[in-house]
């Protein structure tokens, strides 16, 4: 008896689901890597609040994924999840922005190590939530695609 799995959606858009969500894990551990190369322990305020940005952007990443079982069905959810991860991404722009502003008046002409590797950094948790962008536009681009 032959049997097959027919997928609530195109095997395409699956691997391309899974594919942005494992760039969001790889960067996540590279920032992991960075903050263990530079030897840092303690954080700026804001390098704090988007750390609670990743976090949110993934706690919403990870409410959608069961929903796309059944994809018409949860519509409206869906879409709601990917508009407020966009909104967290832009968040996390503003907090970026700020954070390097913040670092160079405070090291910029005393210690330029220090404004580097805070920038770099900064850099780094701001990338985490730009791929948090791509899996909640893969997720939109689903839904699209299949209402």
Same mark, same amino acid.
């Given at each position: 008896?032959?049997?097959?799995?027919?997928?609530?959606?195109d095997?395409g858009?699956?691997?391309d689901?899974i594919?942005?969500? *494992?760039?969001a894990? *790889?960067?996540?551990h590279?920032?992991?890597k960075?903050v263990?190369?530079?030897?840092?322990n303690e954080f *700026?305020p804001l390098?704090?609040?988007?750390?609670?940005?990743i976090?949110?952007?993934?706690?919403?990443?990870?409410?959608?994924?069961p929903?796309l079982?059944?994809?018409?069905a949860h519509?409206?959810r869906?879409n709601?999840?990917?508009e407020e991860v966009m909104?967290?991404?832009?968040?996390? =722009? =503003?907090?970026?922005e700020?954070g390097? $502003?913040d670092?160079?008046?405070?090291?910029?002409r005393? *210690?330029?190590?220090a404004?580097?590797i805070?920038?770099?950094?900064?850099g780094?948790?701001? $990338?985490?939530?730009d791929?948090?962008e791509d899996?909640a536009?893969?997720i939109?681009?689903?839904?699209?695609?299949?209402v």
């Amino acid at each position: 008896m032959r049997r097959s799995f027919i997928t609530p959606f195109d095997r395409g858009d699956i691997k391309d689901l899974i594919q942005s969500m *494992d760039d969001a894990i *790889d960067m996540m551990h590279k920032t992991v890597k960075t903050v263990k190369l530079f030897e840092r322990n303690e954080f *700026d305020p804001l390098m704090q609040e988007m750390g609670g940005v990743i976090v949110a952007a993934a706690k919403l990443v990870a409410e959608a994924i069961p929903l796309l079982s059944k994809v018409g069905a949860h519509t409206v959810r869906l879409n709601a999840i990917a508009e407020e991860v966009m909104r967290v991404e832009s968040r996390a =722009d =503003d907090l970026h922005e700020q954070g390097l $502003k913040d670092l160079f008046r405070k090291h910029g002409r005393s *210690d330029p190590m220090a404004y580097i590797i805070g920038s770099e950094i900064y850099g780094q948790l701001e $990338k985490v939530v730009d791929r948090f962008e791509d899996v909640a536009n893969e997720i939109s681009g689903i839904v699209i695609e299949n209402v």
